[in-house]
């Protein structure tokens, strides 16, 4: 790969808890997220850092070498050790190759087993000229992934050694860290300080950190090469007798290895990144009136510092999970979250620290909805097996959502006269255009949002398939979503009618809500010359190399990057800031009103996707960031593995642009669903 912005490329290996271990190319720490150990206490949340890295040196007859940077204050890299990386490969997991200037190589590894809260690391020599030693000095924390460490008289730098095992518990309540090895330990504490994260720097946020370094491993190098396995508590092997380092890092890398191979591109495994397993977690009153606990998979919302969200799972599983297959780990996610709906709603996050699930959303159920609805679909079509017992718990959760909203439910959630959804407060953010700072709103959108009313109406006809009922409020809502929303003089559809619940009152801002009508979900709200114009509007207005801009350049409150600090930013975020995951709705309604032929395929493929995916080699190797700068050369900002943004291109490469033609949506209907009529 090209190593020129090594320390702007970042890596990711994701352990299938929530943990994860994360850095540059470079190897220096840019963010507080970066660190070699970090792990979920209660997955995939409450996340620690343990272990944030490691300095490391080559001792050869003509010199020491470093083989490892570190920044500092004021904006100090030492010891600069770029232009020894010869090489960096990604896949399948991240190898570095080092040449030193005596000629010496040496090749590196790390990777992260899946379901185990560990990293395994080992280094080996290459055309050496005589005896090579390795040094490495770990650097500990243990803190709240959001927070940052410094000095202290309470850290514990005095590790127990248990069968070849070191082991130490730095603070009270944290897991233990875990050490094998097959070097030697020489116990030598110290603190590093003042270590500087230019990332954070950006964003206006506190910056440095100090970290306490226990001591040194050493190996020979030239006998056999080092391993060094660094693992958090009830994740390692408990010993009966002494390990052995290598034969245990033997089998673990068969393992990992066996199970990547069985991933058909780069993007499957990016994919599997975000499914986690997660631990019983306390859930509001259930479809069952019951109060339960859930457990199961969910999706992570995004490395390094998302977790659990609604909206993101429903959106993104759709393409991790369903679109290739993957459906008993969709049926698994979508019975574990039916288990939290309440009044109507599922959560639309759940803290990090546990505490109640937050609610604030009126579009995550109606996501949850059509979760559902293509689940099932698929498993009818690959034959999948989905028990009475399943899919009534998934027809009960579909049923509480859709009584919920038409009876009314938190934050004015409400069906309306005209058949249409209302929703919102002063002082609340319902919609994925969620940015507050403070008081302050920036996108509030309170009335009815026009992507709102395209989940509201495709959940209304999906609840038609399951009760003659809905059936009456989907055509009364069509009517007027057809009669309301659309603005003839930009031959495209309002952002939100009824602003602040005033009727009449309209939002004319040209934003990418709106293809949602054409695009993205099973049941297109328009046809014909509405849907063309609807798609031609954002196309010009709106589409960008990595997606669909938030706003139009020229209206009002645009801004053309994301940068500054914690204001600056979220004031920025849906002004203009390109979000990749819409380029899935954008490019299935470009389809679909070109009648889904196999020659516009090619040519939406080619003009839309395939520029898309040769992203995935810029900020997150193998992955698509969150957003990206407005205007050119639409720089990746935000966080740079998003799960949703994986997902809808994986839905549009194995879905909407496959070659077999999709079910048409005048023919669609609930599977397993006959006789459900009530």
């Known amino acids: 790969m090209n190593l020129q912005r090594m320390d702007r490329t970042e890596w990711l290996e994701a352990d299938g808890l929530g943990g994860f271990a994360s850095g540059t190319v470079a190897g220096i720490r840019t963010r507080r997220y970066h660190a070699l150990l970090l792990t979920a206490m209660t997955p995939p949340t409450n996340r620690v850092v343990l272990v944030n890295g490691y300095d490391a040196w080559a001792e050869t007859p003509s010199g020491l070498y470093a083989l490892s940077s570190q920044r500092y204050t004021p904006d100090v890299i030492h010891p600069d050790v770029a232009q020894r990386i010869e090489s960096f490969e990604p896949r399948p997991w991240p190898r570095w190759t080092y040449r030193l200037e005596d000629g010496t190589r040496i090749e590196h590894e790390l990777f992260v087993p899946h379901g185990l809260s560990m990293a395994v690391l080992s280094w080996r020599v290459r055309d050496a000229i005589g005896r090579v030693a390795l040094i490495v000095r770990p650097l500990f924390s243990g803190r709240d992934y959001h927070a940052l460490h410094h000095q202290n008289p309470v850290f514990q730098f005095v590790p127990k050694e248990d069968r070849a095992r070191l082991i130490w518990q730095v603070y009270p309540g944290l897991p233990r860290i875990i050490t094998i090895s097959n070097g030697s330990y020489r116990h030598q504490p110290d603190w590093y300080r003042n270590f500087l994260y ?52 033997r089998s673990l890398r068969m393992a990992e290895q066996r199970r990547r191979r069985r991933f058909l591109t780069p993007l499957h495994q990016a994919a599997d990144a975000y499914i986690v397993r997660t631990a019983p977690r306390r859930a509001t009153k259930s479809v069952e009136g019951q109060h339960e606990k859930t457990t199961g998979k969910t999706i ?41 709906v309440s009044e109507g709603m599922v959560p639309n ?30 498993s009818e079509n690959r034959a999948l097996h989905v028990s009475p017992e399943d899919r ?38 319902l919609t994925w255009m969620d940015a507050k700072i403070g008081e302050w709103v920036v996108t509030s959108r309170i009335g009815k949002p026009v992507e709102v009313q395209a989940l509201w109406l495709n959940a209304l006809k999906i609840g038609s398939l399951l009760s003659d009922p809905w059936n009456e409020p989907f055509h009364r809502g069509m009517a007027a979503f057809d009669a309301r929303f659309w603005n003839e003089s930009t031959g495209s559809l309002y952002d939100v009618v009824d602003c602040d619940h005033r009727f009449g009152s309209v939002d004319a801002s040209c934003r990418p809500n709106q293809i949602f009508a054409v695009g993205g979900l099973p049941f297109p709200l328009l046809q014909g010359r509405r849907a063309r114009q609807v798609v031609d509007v954002v196309e010009q207005r709106l589409w960008t190399p990595m997606g669909l801009r938030s706003l139009a350049p020229g209206e009002r409150g645009y801004v053309n990057h994301y940068q500054g600090g914690v204001r600056e930013r979220d004031g920025a975020y849906h002004q203009g800031t390109v979000w990749p995951w819409l380029a899935g709705p954008f490019i299935e309604a470009w389809v679909r009103v070109r009648g889904h032929t196999p020659d516009e395929k090619k040519i939406a493929r080619e003009r839309y996707l395939d520029p898309l995916l040769q992203r995935t080699h810029g900020a997150g190797l193998g992955h698509l960031s969150e957003i990206a700068d407005a205007e050119a050369p639409y720089t990746p900002r935000g966080c740079p593995f998003q799960a949703w943004s994986v997902g809808e291109v994986m839905r549009v490469l194995f879905d909407v642009l496959a070659d077999d033609q999709a079910v048409s949506a005048t023919q669609r209907t609930m599977p397993g669903a006959k006789g459900r009529r009530e």
Not at 326 to 339: H, K, Q, T
Request: hydrophobic content about 45%.
């Open 198 to 249: 230019t990332e954070e720097r950006a964003r206006g946020l506190d910056e440095t950190e100090d970290l306490a370094s226990p001591g040194e491993f050493k190996w020979d190098v030239s006998a056999r090469d080092a391993v060094w396995i660094v693992a958090a508590e009830g994740h390692a092997e408990e010993p009966t007798q002494r390990i052995d380092a290598e034969q245990y890092a």
């Open 300 to 340: 992570i919302a995004g490395y390094p510092w998302f977790t659990d969200w609604g909206r993101d799972t429903f959106i993104a599983m759709r393409g991790v999970c369903v679109a290739i297959g993957r459906l008993d780990i969709a049926r698994d996610i979508l019975l574990a979250w039916a288990g939290t």
């Open 392 to 429: 009534a718990v998934l027809y009960r959760a579909i049923e509480s959502i859709l009584f919920g909203y038409a009876n009314g439910t938190r934050f004015g959630i409400r069906l309306d006269k005209d058949g249409l959804l209302a929703a919102g407060q002063p002082g609340t953010q």
């Open 349 to 378: 996050r759940f803290p990090d620290k546990g505490g109640e699930p937050e609610f604030n959303s009126v579009d995550a159920s109606l996501w949850y909805i059509i979760a559902i609805y293509e689940f099932l679909q698929a």
